[in-house]
């Protein structure tokens, strides 16, 4: 990694395969089905030296589906902040698109509706410092819509698949985490 950050940018992540382990052909509905990912948790305390703010940005279609409510989402996701703290690091917002895919709503990834909001609610964040990480081809469209440097989670095969959308490729947040140590001015 090449990118020179400094105090001044904003981390955009991805919920389901980033932070959490996806549950294949379902989606997340209970803390019980809730599972962080390999080094996430001391992934997101080193982010939260590097990073103001940290927000993620998930679409969550189960809701739309009517297959959790949006209190339930909610309660996983008290849950999420509640642990990310505990281990040292730091979440400062959570933007959730429930929204049906044929809904085509603003709000849903790679539509910029999150992005949006995000910027409304933090005055400070410039998207041309800030980085989008995520796991499927919607994160990283959102992300270059945005003007923000892009992090494919995940091999390098599904990484050439994004083209040029996808600026670097890490395999999880933890490695992720170590390539940003090693090449920003924070300590
Ligand atoms: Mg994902």
Redesign the pocket.
């Known amino acids: 990694m090449t990118l020179k950050i400094d105090k001044n940018w904003t981390l955009f992540l991805?919920?389901?395969?980033?932070i959490n382990e996806?549950l294949p052909g379902d989606y997340v509905k209970s803390i019980e089905q809730f599972k962080f990912t390999e080094g996430c948790l001391e992934a997101l305390a080193m982010f939260a030296r590097f990073f103001h703010p940290i927000i993620i940005v998930t679409n969550q279609q189960g809701v739309g589906k009517g297959l959790m409510s949006l209190e339930e989402l909610e309660n996983i996701h008290n849950y999420l902040i509640s642990e990310v703290s505990k281990a040292g690091g730091r979440i400062d917002k959570i933007y959730v698109s429930p929204y049906l895919q044929s809904e085509r709503h603003f709000t849903r990834k790679p539509s910029v509706g999150m992005g949006i909001a995000a910027r409304k609610q933090f005055k400070d964040i410039n998207f041309r410092k800030s980085i989008m990480a995520?796991?499927?081809y919607s994160?990283m469209l959102f992300g270059k819509r945005l003007g923000m440097k892009t992090v494919f989670i995940g091999n390098t095969e599904d990484a050439r698949k994004m083209g040029t959308l996808a600026d670097y490729c890490y395999p999880d947040l933890f490695a992720l985490a170590n390539a940003l140590k090693n090449c920003s001015q924070i300590s």
């Open positions: 991805d919920r389901d395969g980033v996806r995520g796991d499927s994160d």
